[in-house]
């Protein structure tokens, strides 16, 4: 990828539908002048990749929008989540600051120095948080234009065991997290979420991870967007850390798609 290529693509879906589904942290791609800038090099750098980049969650995205009956949209980020992390807050109100992992990260998962002291956020944060930020707001207000409303599904994954980073990890970690908003949420959509994927090994509520991406133009402020994370649990679909995908890649896909489904109609 060069400079000049977008971080991010939006791969449209049928125009009948409102479903988003969101994938921000799939990317292992860190260009070379934001890799300058990152502490641990080479095979340490690549260790942090493999812990932090939740794999295979465009392909499963991918497949899902595949079987879905109307085909989603989908927007996915190209790059890895230690160039920008898009789903962050970009200011104080961001929680996992207290751990260096704002919208720029400057500790690893293990909490040790990802960027020198005094690192400076804010070309990364107009080169690749801002356009990101602004293209995902111009996708949403497509949907809600056409459908007359906007339904993001935030795909990621986890780990089996917690990270050092976490704020959270002491709660239960479920195969299938769903992660709600009290404002974007709406009950009938976790039921939707809970009915699609109860053949996948067992669910929970915001438990080891809760809330739900919205650009901040529609965030607490406009009720057609609604909004769900699926976070899922890496030893259900892959092997740990940074392995292939296996088996269960399929069947969460499929778990996906009946979810899109549901939404849609």
Known sequence: MTSAEPSFELVPGAGESPVILHVPHSARETPVEVRAG???????????LDHIVDA????????????????????????????????????EREEMLAVGMGAVYTRTTRRAPLR?????????????????ARAMTDAVAGRLAATGRAVIVDVHSYPTAPLPYELHGDGPRPP??????AFHTPPELVEAAQEAFAGCGGIGLDSPFSGTYVPLEFYGRD??????MVEIRRDTYMSEPGGPAG??????????????????R
């Open 223 to 228: 009720p057609r967007v609604s909004a769900l």
């Open 56 to 91: 295979h969650t465009a392909e499963l995205a991918a497949q899902a929008a595949g079987a879905s009956r109307v085909a989603p949209w989908r927007f996915v980020n190209r790059l890895s989540r230690l160039v920008v992390d898009p789903e962050r807050f970009p200011d």
């Open 116 to 132: 020198p002291e005094g690192f400076d956020p804010e070309p990364l944060i107009a080169r690749y948080f801002r356009p990101y």
């Open 176 to 181: 299938v997290c769903l992660g709600t908003d």
């Open 38 to 48: 990152i502490v641990p090099k080479g095979a340490a750098l690549e260790r942090e």
């Open 247 to 264: 088996p269960g890649l399929r069947i969460l896909a499929s778990a996906l798609a009946a979810l899109v489904d549901a939404v849609t």
